[in-house]
């Protein structure tokens, strides 16, 4: 799946700490800008892999190590891990991912975009209600249970990308959150794949990953950024 990498290690300050990150930059030399956030794992090579997929369609995309450095393939640990997680920094991390992404010279626009995996599909959303930068949101099978989102305050429109037979989130629980952000004039198009489990889009997980489905999805994740971002 992955191409040689294209892209660079690089760091930002986010509350007084350092946070590393991955860039990756298209070959244009400029494009749109889009925050790429972590399954539960961390910052592995899988979503270095989006974020190089992203650039080659001609996008900026950064990936912020939320983890500081910790990543697992153990899912207990990856639990351990994500439920550790302080989400008033986690958020705070991806408000300070925007303003990063938003200095490199090669990003247009004054608005970027947002996509995350499971638990980064839940921070997605709550880094688009903390922080009008952003302009499109997409999350990906998003799960986190200590993650609570001020819809109100969103201003990006959102797609989301869910699976029919995720044991993870109950079908009420997408009609839900899509009834939510509908409620509070947000624009929201929700797509739930049939036939597939949560995390078919991770080609790292041959358990689950579904490459007609994957591929389906990422092109409609391009044509959502693409319409939002130019």
């Given at each position: 799946?992955?191409?040689?990498?294209?892209?660079?290690?690089i760091?930002?300050?986010s509350g007084?700490q350092?946070i590393d990150?991955?860039?990756?930059?298209?070959?244009?030399?400029?494009g749109?800008?889009?925050?790429v956030?972590q399954e539960?794992?961390?910052l592995?090579?899988?979503?270095r892999?989006v974020?190089?997929?992203?650039?080659?369609e001609g996008?900026v995309?950064l990936?912020?190590d939320?983890?500081?450095?910790?990543?697992?393939?153990?899912?207990d640990?990856?639990g351990?891990?994500m439920?550790?997680?302080?989400i008033?920094?986690?958020?705070g991390?991806?408000e300070?991912?925007a303003?990063?992404?938003?200095?490199?010279s090669?990003?247009?626009?004054p608005?970027?975009?947002?996509i995350?995996?499971?638990?980064?599909?839940?921070?997605?959303?709550?880094?688009?209600?903390?922080?009008?930068?952003y302009?499109a949101i997409?999350d990906c099978?998003?799960?986190?249970p200590n993650?609570e989102?001020?819809?109100?305050?969103?201003e990006?429109?959102?797609?989301?990308?869910?699976a029919?037979?995720d044991?993870?989130?109950?079908?009420?629980n997408?009609?839900a959150l899509?009834t939510?952000l509908?409620?509070?004039?947000v624009?929201v198009?929700f797509?739930?794949f049939?036939?597939v489990q949560h995390?078919?889009?991770?080609?790292?997980?041959?358990?689950v990953?579904?490459?007609?489905?994957a591929?389906?999805?990422?092109n409609d994740?391009?044509s959502f950024?693409?319409?939002?971002?130019g």
């Amino acid at each position: 799946m992955s191409a040689a990498r294209g892209g660079s290690a690089i760091s930002f300050e986010s509350g007084g700490q350092t946070i590393d990150a991955y860039l990756a930059e298209p070959a244009s030399g400029q494009g749109p800008g889009v925050v790429v956030v972590q399954e539960w794992w961390g910052l592995v090579d899988a979503i270095r892999d989006v974020c190089d997929r992203l650039a080659r369609e001609g996008f900026v995309a950064l990936a912020p190590d939320l983890y500081r450095g910790e990543r697992t393939t153990d899912p207990d640990e990856a639990g351990r891990l994500m439920m550790d997680l302080e989400i008033p920094r986690a958020v705070g991390d991806l408000e300070a991912a925007a303003e990063a992404l938003l200095r490199q010279s090669s990003v247009t626009g004054p608005k970027i975009g947002c996509i995350g995996f499971c638990m980064g599909g839940q921070l997605a959303l709550a880094a688009g209600c903390a922080d009008d930068r952003y302009r499109a949101i997409i999350d990906c099978y998003g799960i986190h249970p200590n993650v609570e989102l001020d819809v109100e305050k969103l201003e990006a429109s959102v797609f989301g990308v869910f699976a029919e037979n995720d044991e993870f989130i109950p079908h009420e629980n997408v009609r839900a959150l899509e009834t939510k952000l509908r409620d509070a004039g947000v624009q929201v198009e929700f797509k739930t794949f049939l036939g597939v489990q949560h995390a078919f889009m991770n080609h790292a997980r041959p358990d689950v990953y579904d490459a007609a489905a994957a591929d389906e999805a990422w092109n409609d994740t391009l044509s959502f950024l693409r319409a939002e971002l130019g």
